[in-house]
């Protein structure tokens, strides 16, 4: 249930509406929009009667919403979300850039990356210490030694990392990780996903390869429902019946996800296609439909990469598009002032 309350609400009565609905068991997520303020209403709301709570003086109106996902959805929060990672932020107008080998190999490698990308306009590492293989002979990743190696990166220099949680016993590793990542394979990993919305930091969830909207969204309710309200959503592309590429990216998942939440999106061209070619054109569509952020996977010798290869751009071809990348985006958002 929503409550839209009038401009400026007399205190008195605004506190005595919500000590009301908490001694009901409802929980009352508080948005403070440009206009009015809206109180989004979480719980067993069957039995509240909208009738007498439109009647009070402060309310505008009240609406039910029927979607199952309540915080995740814009009706609660009609404002943007913007999330703050260190000295860059994750929406409100910013085009953040991720960047970082799919898989962390050396100490030296990682570094060298990192100072790349930051120097192209990167604001946020990502790399991968646990990877989930399809194939169980292929590399895993070098676990929590590949997290200390990200921490080497970030302290050389300053940039936030990105990287993916798999299993809860994992999760005391990442008390100095930025932003969690949930993978596509772990979107419905319901233990997982409770567990990270127990945590005081952002967590990004990458949409499941079957995955519908509604579903996605789901995901990140159950983070948010743990009272973790700082959740990104990360488009991956999605499988479907054609194979030239790895999946299918979804960039109507952008307006779609806009229209349906307030939270961040972030659109990874490097997972959704397999091939670093089509990285520049779909990296380029993301921030035209109105992306919030891209992830790309850098690789200083993609040759000899141990994951993904095909699939990772080199420094300098990744500098050539960051700065295309901002371009655009600047240019998008000199024409909608």
């Known amino acids: 249930m929503i409550v839209v309350l009038k401009h400026n609400p007399n205190q008195d009565q605004f506190d005595g509406l919500v000590s009301w609905l908490q001694d009901k068991n409802i929980t009352v997520h508080t948005s403070l929009g440009h206009g ?13 009667d ?19 996902y309540k915080n995740a959805n814009r009706k609660f929060h009609p404002e943007d979300t913007v999330i703050k990672v260190g000295n860059t932020q994750i929406g409100g107008g910013t085009l953040t850039i991720m960047a970082g080998p799919c898989s962390v190999e050396s100490e030296d490698q990682v570094v060298a990356i990192a100072k790349a990308v930051k120097a192209s306009g990167a604001t946020m590492l990502r790399g991968g210490a646990f990877k989930p293989r399809t194939s169980p002979y292929a590399f895993q990743g070098l676990g929590a030694t590949g997290l200390e190696y990200l921490k080497v990166a970030r302290q050389e220099t300053g940039l936030p990392i990105v990287t993916e949680l798999m299993d809860l ?27 990270v919305g127990h945590q005081d930091k952002p967590v990004m969830i990458k949409r499941g390869m079957s995955a519908t909207y509604e579903e996605w969204l789901m995901s990140a309710e159950y983070v948010m429902a743990g009272g973790n309200q700082n959740v990104i959503l990360c488009e991956r592309g999605i499988r479907t019946f054609e194979h030239y590429t790895r999946n299918t990216l979804d960039l109507a998942a952008i307006p779609v996800m806009k229209k349906l939440t307030h939270l961040p999106i972030i659109i990874d061209p490097s997972h959704a296609t397999g091939k670093n ?13 109105g992306a919030d952020g891209l992830q790309i996977e850098v690789h200083n010798d993609p040759a000899h990469a141990l994951c993904d290869g095909p699939q990772s751009l080199k420094p300098e071809t990744f500098d ?18």
Do not use: Y
């Open 50 to 68: 909208t009738d007498l709570i439109a009647a009070l003086d402060i309310v505008e109106s009240v609406k039910r919403v029927q979607e199952p």
């Open 169 to 195: 016993s994992q999760l005391p590793l990442f008390d100095d990780v930025d932003v969690i990542q949930i993978g596509a394979r772990n979107m419905q990993n319901f233990d997982l996903l409770k567990a």
């Open 277 to 289: 070619w089509l990285v520049d054109p779909l990296a380029m569509g993301a921030v035209a439909t």
């Open 36 to 48: 009015n303020t809206v109180l989004g209403l979480v719980g067993d709301t069957s039995k509240l």
């Open 320 to 337: 050539t598009l960051a700065r295309k990348l901002l371009t655009l985006h600047n240019s998008l958002q000199t024409l909608e002032d």
